[in-house]
């Protein structure tokens, strides 16, 4: 089992900036991938980034990139999204998981509760 809690959201104006925090427990859970996703009202859930936890590899959605980032500190076992130049699209429910990538596919098996982003125009 791996358990997630996430936070950081809240409300900022297009073009602030937001760093959200994935606190991450459990067996073997640095042997996950581990990513962020996020939900728009009306909208299905997409992938936003992921990072290896083992070598710090990363891969982003072509929307973000460039403008997010994603990390994590072992000592901490927190997963992190900086997210930059925010703009109003952004907003969502952003979500952390663990899973792990076989070819081009995330397979995710663990969620957190998720937090609100709000970008204000």
């Known amino acids: 089992q791996v358990q997630l809690v996430e936070s950081g959201g809240g409300l900022v104006q297009a073009g602030g900036s937001l760093r959200l925090s994935c606190a991450v427990s459990?067996?073997?859970?640095?042997?996950?991938?581990m990513g962020w996703f996020r939900q728009a009202p009306g909208k299905e859930r997409e992938f936003v980034a992921r990072?290896?936890?083992?070598?710090?590899?990363?891969y982003y959605a072509d929307s973000v990139k460039g403008r997010f980032t994603i990390s994590r500190d072992n000592a901490k076992n927190t997963v992190y999204l900086q997210m930059n130049s925010l703009k109003p699209e952004d907003t969502a429910v952003y979500y952390c998981?663990?899973?792990?990538?076989?070819?081009?596919?995330?397979?995710?098996?663990?969620w957190g509760q998720g937090t609100q982003v709000t970008v204000s125009s």
């Open positions: 998981a663990a899973g792990s990538v076989r070819g081009s596919y995330y397979y995710t098996q663990y």
């Open positions: 459990g067996r073997t859970f640095s042997t996950y991938v």
């Open positions: 990072v290896r936890w083992s070598s710090g590899s990363t």
